[in-house]
């Protein structure tokens, strides 16, 4: 298998991961606060990841060129945990995961803006799409004619802001770093941050649901693992398009787990915020040639 078939396949796999891990997520969000589950997520990830490496290698390879970046990108990412966290507390899976589709629009943007990286006219008409299906996801009462969608779905639409920023320094650190010492530092800021928080949320686990939060933890390890060792196989256009793979596997877990069935406004949206996703993440034809 050659390298980009390899971090599409990694791609994949990571989505798959993060839709059994945000599946638990949700559960555990009847029992504890957010920032509980967002320090076992973070915690157990940091340690599992140590002890795999330290076993496997004999050596932590921690030492980054870069720490002050790796420590923007966990930032970021327990950032994006804590908005998505919340919103599953008010929203369907499917919803969340649809309108958390519009994070790489915003990757686009970004890159355009801050690394001054070449956006032709397409990928920029895909955005504009991609934005429109965000707004069909939302549900505005002028467009739908009805209720308009629960406040919390604006959550998600920062959880997408900050993972596109995450998804920019995972592949400029890609450049700069082992991708083992990213994923080591992947957890560390946000289980520093969230462990902070504990003495205002602690409610005492029984055993089965340490199992879970343990579990919690592993799923984001290795569902991250897999995304740093797909980046750094594979340029992020070619593997932005596989994200919206992930709606398939969250709305099987909605309706199967929480009896949540996606109705057509989701699907509708996300089905455009898609469609301008791969507009997005098709090669220029001057890059083809």
Same mark, same amino acid.
């Given at each position: 298998? /050659?390298?980009?078939?390899? $971090?599409?396949?990694?791609?994949?796999?990571?989505?798959?991961?993060?839709?059994?891990?945000?599946?638990?997520?949700?559960?555990?969000?009847?029992?504890?606060?957010?920032?509980?589950?967002?320090?076992?997520? *973070?915690?157990?990830?940091?340690?599992?990841?140590?002890? *795999?490496?330290?076993?496997?290698? @004999?050596?932590?390879?921690?030492?980054?060129?870069?720490?002050?970046?790796?420590?923007?990108?966990?930032?970021?990412?327990? &950032?994006? /945990?804590?908005?998505?966290?919340?919103?599953?507390?008010?929203?369907?899976?499917?919803?969340?995961?649809?309108? @958390?589709?519009?994070?790489?629009?915003?990757?686009?943007?970004?890159?355009?803006?801050?690394?001054?990286?070449?956006? $032709?006219?397409?990928?920029?008409? &895909?955005?504009?799409?991609?934005?429109?299906?965000?707004?069909?996801?939302?549900?505005?009462?002028?467009?739908? &004619?009805?209720?308009?969608?629960?406040?919390?779905?604006?959550?998600?639409?920062?959880?997408?802001?900050?993972?596109?920023?995450?998804? !920019?320094?995972?592949?400029?650190?890609?450049?700069?770093?082992?991708?083992?010492?990213?994923?080591?530092?992947?957890?560390?800021? @946000?289980?520093?941050?969230?462990?902070?928080?504990?003495?205002?949320?602690? !409610?005492?686990?029984?055993?089965?649901?340490?199992?879970?939060?343990?579990?919690?933890?592993?799923?984001?390890?290795?569902?991250?693992?897999?995304?740093?060792?797909?980046?750094?196989?594979?340029?992020?256009?070619?593997?932005?398009?596989?994200?919206?793979?992930?709606?398939?596997?969250?709305?099987?877990? $909605?309706?199967?787990?929480?009896?949540?069935?996606?109705?057509?406004?989701?699907?509708?949206?996300?089905?455009?915020?898609?469609? &301008?996703?791969?507009?997005?993440?098709?090669?220029?034809?001057?890059?083809?040639?």
């Amino acid at each position: 298998m /050659n390298g980009r078939l390899a $971090g599409v396949a990694l791609q994949l796999a990571a989505l798959a991961v993060f839709v059994c891990m945000d599946t638990m997520l949700k559960l555990l969000t009847a029992q504890f606060a957010v920032p509980q589950l967002m320090w076992a997520r *973070f915690f157990f990830s940091l340690i599992a990841a140590a002890l *795999f490496f330290r076993l496997v290698t @004999g050596r932590l390879p921690w030492r980054s060129k870069a720490p002050w970046l790796q420590a923007a990108r966990s930032l970021l990412l327990a &950032g994006s /945990n804590l908005m998505f966290s919340s919103a599953l507390v008010h929203l369907p899976l499917t919803d969340c995961t649809a309108i @958390g589709f519009a994070s790489p629009l915003f990757t686009v943007a970004l890159a355009a803006v801050w690394l001054k990286e070449r956006v $032709g006219p397409r990928r920029w008409i &895909g955005v504009a799409i991609g934005f429109l299906g965000v707004l069909v996801a939302l549900r505005p009462p002028f467009l739908t &004619g009805g209720a308009p969608m629960h406040w919390a779905a604006v959550l998600p639409l920062g959880t997408a802001a900050m993972f596109a920023v995450y998804s !920019i320094l995972t592949r400029k650190l890609a450049t700069i770093d082992d991708p083992r010492t990213t994923i080591l530092h992947t957890g560390f800021a @946000g289980a520093v941050v969230a462990s902070l928080a504990q003495p205002f949320v602690w !409610i005492p686990p029984t055993a089965p649901e340490w199992a879970m939060l343990v579990g919690l933890g592993l799923l984001g390890g290795v569902g991250h693992g897999l995304l740093v060792l797909a980046f750094a196989r594979a340029p992020a256009s070619l593997l932005a398009p596989m994200s919206y793979t992930q709606l398939i596997w969250a709305s099987i877990a $909605g309706v199967v787990v929480f009896a949540d069935w996606p109705d057509l406004t989701s699907l509708a949206g996300a089905a455009v915020i898609a469609f &301008g996703g791969v507009l997005v993440a098709l090669p220029d034809r001057r890059a083809r040639t």
